[in-house]
């Protein structure tokens, strides 16, 4: 299964918009990109996923590479309540596994 | 609605004894999954079913023991548990177990096991 690397931690202003990146460069053509976030002591949250294209939501953005070989995930005006662990996640063609990595914290300052 | 209940919240046992984790959905999904998650750890994939099938065990110890009685409803049977099993055990559902459908996660239970 392809894996994916995240910076440990990092931290935004309120109301700036918050880009996390995440490099998964051995993924394969048919693997899928998914972010989740886990507020402390919640269950994992789902955000968004995408194959190559952009996508967006209500909740956020996501930007692939055309090599596919790393994504961005965008919340385009952070609050507080978006300070959380965000996991982006390659879904495995083994099985489709959902695997967690260690995931990025990102802290919103007010 | 994405709703994934799990009862209990909470749960402490004691390491002679047999309890049950329970997780349902009303979402028609066809896909559930158990998870474990240690304190600042990411969560850690046990068991998935597929049409209430299990169709993965990531090499769980036999003292967990997952049931899947009907398209709606998961449950995890605790037996002989240890002190480093306490955890957040989290459960999902998902349309299907494929590459492009997402799960959805419930609130936890959080074991303590004594």
């Known amino acids: 299964d392809a894996k994916t690397t995240q910076p440990p931690s990092m931290d935004c202003a309120e109301g700036r918009a918050a880009n996390l990146p995440c490099n998964h460069s051995?993924?394969?053509?048919?693997?899928?990109v998914y972010w989740y976030r886990q507020i402390h002591s919640q269950g994992p949250q789902y955000i968004i996923h995408?194959?190559?294209n952009n996508e967006t939501n209500e909740m956020a953005s996501l930007i692939i590479t055309e090599d596919r070989k790393s994504s961005t995930l965008i919340l385009p005006h952070a609050t507080l309540r978006d300070t959380a662990v965000y996991y982006c996640?390659?879904?495995?063609?083994?099985?489709?596994?959902?695997?967690f990595g260690k995931g990025i914290t990102l802290s919103v300052r007010p | 609605d994405t709703e994934v209940t799990q009862t209990p919240k909470h749960l402490v046992m004691g390491m002679t004894n047999k309890k049950s984790l329970k997780c349902e959905q009303h979402?028609?999904?066809?896909?559930m999954y158990w998870y474990k998650q240690k304190a600042k750890k990411p969560p850690e994939l046990m068991f998935v079913?597929?049409?209430?099938?299990?169709?993965i065990n990531e090499s769980v110890p036999s003292r967990f023991s997952p049931e899947c009685p009907n398209s709606s409803l998961l449950n995890l049977h605790l037996h002989a548990l240890q002190p480093e099993d306490s955890a957040l055990y989290l459960c999902?559902?998902?349309?299907?177990?494929?590459?492009?459908?997402?799960?959805?996660f419930g609130q936890g239970t959080r074991l303590t096991v004594v």
């Open positions: 999902a559902s998902s349309q299907e177990n494929t590459l492009n459908t997402e799960a959805f």
């Open positions: 051995t993924i394969s053509g048919n693997e899928y």
């Open positions: 995408g194959l190559k």
């Open positions: 996640i390659v879904r495995g063609r083994a099985n489709s596994k959902l695997t």
């Open positions: 979402m028609g999904h066809r896909a």
């Open positions: 079913y597929s049409y209430e099938k299990l169709s």
